[in-house]
């Protein structure tokens, strides 16, 4: 691991360390044990705890865009839509799952944020969010278990990493009704609607 990554990693893990000595002498009385017992430091937050959180700002970002800026937009008949070739067309933006993949590729190229992510599926219209290795295995397990995560320690490269995958759920019709009729969608994909697990959010945090 690159050595800002690794100070990254430690300050996340050792966040809210910072510990009172009010009470350990003086009008207190504390006995020294006590002072020893309140200056250790605390253990931190674990890699699930970390993952469990960036992936709540994910969520709660792409939500807020897939519902009320791309589906409003829709509902509205306004003149900017989204549309998968918004780079190539006027007045046009990104698809919710577009939207992500630039974000989790900005992530991806920071060498400092100490974790990536990416959206995958089992039924991908884009060849780069198809599934690998343990991705696969993540996949099954939250299709089966909508409501439960994912959570694996691998080894890729030599490297350890531990590695979470949550069910990505259908939460706008602009996700779903995309999907449903896009051109690239095989036949043996499924018909998604309202609250389908359409794939999962990979997350992955370096170890060593």
Not at 167 to 188: F, I, L, Y
């Amino acid at each position: 691991m690159k050595p800002h990554t690794r100070t990254f990693l430690s300050a996340v893990l050792l966040s809210g360390s910072a510990v009172m000595l009010a009470g350990a002498t003086g009008c207190g009385g504390g006995s020294s044990s006590d002072a020893v017992a309140q200056t250790t430091p605390p253990t931190g937050i674990t890699p699930q705890k970390f993952a469990d959180a960036v992936h709540a700002v994910m969520m709660a970002d792409r939500t807020v865009y897939a519902k009320q800026v791309v589906t409003r937009l829709k509902k509205q008949e306004a003149p900017v839509k989204p549309s998968e070739y918004w780079q190539d067309e006027e007045h046009t933006i990104p698809l919710p799952a577009q939207m992500f993949r630039m974000g989790a590729e900005l992530v991806n190229d920071n060498p400092e944020a100490g974790f990536t992510y990416a959206l995958k599926s089992k039924w991908p219209l884009n060849p780069q969010n198809k599934a690998e290795g343990v991705e696969i295995e993540g996949l099954e397990y939250i299709a089966e278990h909508p409501d439960e995560n994912f959570y694996k320690t691998e080894e890729i490269a030599g490297a350890n990493y531990f590695t979470a995958v949550y069910a990505d759920k259908a939460v706008a019709e602009a996700c779903w009704s995309c999907h449903n009729g896009h051109a690239n969608r095989e036949v043996s994909y499924p018909e998604f609607k309202a609250g389908d697990v359409m794939g999962g959010v990979v997350v992955r945090i370096p170890l060593d």
